[in-house]
């Protein structure tokens, strides 16, 4: 798209990077949701099947319901702004850290670690694109930005 105008060249700039934090926010809260919704199902973030509970532990817990004692870790996902174009999606709950690596009795049922790998490069692409384009339609036409 050619530039037609250069007396707004800030504001287009502001523009932008407001939607590229933008759309970074929202592409991490998705990420989220979809990290929420393999663990309803005993998956990780690529929705791969976590390992089965041992029999013992079956037995002990009385359900065979993965990383669901009390739901508070899973309640304890969280996306925040780390800087003007840096997000952080985490697990509060620090017990995360033995389901992420494993012990010696306990198999890794890994949650976040897929997501951080294998980040849905086509997803935050699509996500910024269309934040950055409605800043810039935005921009030309003189309408809000939202």
């Given at each position: 798209?050619?530039?037609?105008?250069?007396?707004?060249?800030?504001?287009?700039?502001?523009?932008?990077v407001a939607a590229?934090?933008?759309?970074?926010?929202?592409?991490a809260r998705?990420?989220?949701?979809?990290?929420?919704r393999n663990?309803?199902?005993d998956?990780?973030a690529?929705?791969?099947?976590?390992t089965p509970?041992?029999?013992?532990?079956i037995?002990?817990k009385?359900?065979s319901?993965?990383?669901?004692?009390?739901?508070?870790?899973?309640?304890s996902?969280?996306?925040s702004?780390?800087?003007?174009?840096?997000?952080?999606?985490?697990?509060?709950?620090?017990?995360?850290?033995?389901h992420e690596?494993g012990?010696?009795?306990i198999?890794?049922?890994k949650?976040l670690?897929?997501?951080?790998?294998?980040?849905?490069?086509?997803?935050?692409?699509?996500?910024?694109t269309?934040?950055?384009?409605?800043?810039i339609?935005?921009?030309?036409?003189?309408?809000a930005?939202?």
């Open positions: 798209m050619p530039v037609n105008r250069s007396d707004n060249l800030r504001e287009a700039e502001t523009a932008i590229f934090s933008t759309g970074l926010l929202e592409a998705s990420e989220l949701e979809r990290i929420e663990w309803d199902q998956k990780d690529l929705g791969r099947s976590w509970l041992a029999e013992s532990t037995r002990k009385g359900h319901r993965i990383l669901r004692e009390s739901g508070s870790m899973r309640q996902g969280f996306v702004r780390s800087g003007p174009n840096a997000v952080t999606l985490g697990i509060a709950d620090p017990k995360i850290q033995i690596w012990t010696e009795d198999p890794p049922r949650v670690g897929p997501a951080k790998t294998h980040l849905r490069a086509g997803h935050l692409r699509s996500v910024l269309k934040r950055i384009a409605k800043a339609l935005a921009l030309k036409f003189g309408m930005i939202r």
